[in-house]
């Protein structure tokens, strides 16, 4: 069983920049979620994707953006960073949409802006 | 505003004894809670849930415990392993809004 896989581990970029972020789900799962995790802050849940569609999404601007593909795999989108965009960017897998049941998270994306 | 919060930043036990991890939470809406353990450099692995209908889960060595009035769960882990050394992480949903919130997470360090 193939776990959650995130790409890139590590990316650099300025501000202005537009920065693409990718993951492959867990097999068999159908919902991937975003997270951004800031030093010393617990995860915070950017949107949620379901059947390539949006269902759910938190305090986050509209230049945060996601696609989900029919395979279920999933890509964030964010444009015009920002000095406070760098963070540990989390994404996380579950079997079914909604947060009554345990997801699975690839290790992250750590994205620093210059 | 942060809605789940985690008062203790760090916890140290000896190996053998009981640890007891606390989470509070403001929004009443929230109706099931999750614990997730995370190692460095690792994301985040599922631990142990419970719903709001509930007060009390057991899995193994792990139960977390619901305290709808007081707002307020907790993890015990009994008996504690050097392994169990990690960062933990409390998180709520309310479900009907399909959201999550995470607390800052309290950093757990199991002396042998």
């Known amino acids: 069983e193939t776990g959650v896989t995130q790409s890139p581990t590590h990316l650099i970029k300025t501000r202005g920049q537009q920065v693409t972020l990718r993951c492959s789900s867990q097999s068999g799962h159908n919902t991937v979620s975003w997270y951004q995790q800031a030093l010393g802050q617990g995860p915070q849940f950017i949107f949620q994707?379901?059947?390539?569609?949006?269902?759910g999404r938190g305090n986050f601007p509209p230049r945060f953006s996601g696609l989900q593909f029919p395979n279920y795999s999933s890509e964030l989108n964010v444009n015009a960073l920002e000095l406070d965009d760098s963070a540990l960017y989390l994404c996380?897998?579950?079997?079914?949409?909604?947060?009554?049941?345990?997801?699975?998270f690839g290790d992250g994306t750590r994205l620093s802006i210059l | 505003d942060q809605q789940v919060k985690q008062n203790s930043p760090s916890l140290s036990v000896q190996e053998g004894r009981i640890s007891i991890l606390n989470c509070d939470y403001t929004?009443?809406?929230?109706?099931?809670f999750l614990w997730y353990k995370k190692y460095p450099a690792e994301g985040p692995t599922f631990l142990i849930s419970i719903s709001s209908i509930k007060d009390k889960n057991e899995d193994g060595r792990f139960t977390v415990f619901l305290n709808k009035s007081a707002k307020h769960l907790s993890l015990h882990i009994v008996p504690s392993q050097p392994g169990d050394s990690a960062v933990y992480f409390c998180?709520?949903?309310?479900?009907?809004?399909?959201?999550?919130?995470f607390g800052t997470g309290t950093r757990l360090t199991v002396i042998p």
């Open positions: 994707y379901y059947r390539e569609e949006e269902n």
């Open positions: 996380a897998s579950s079997l079914d949409v909604g947060f009554d049941q345990p997801q699975h």
């Open positions: 998180a709520a949903s309310d479900t009907g809004a399909n959201n999550l919130f």
């Open positions: 929004n009443s809406m929230f109706d099931y």
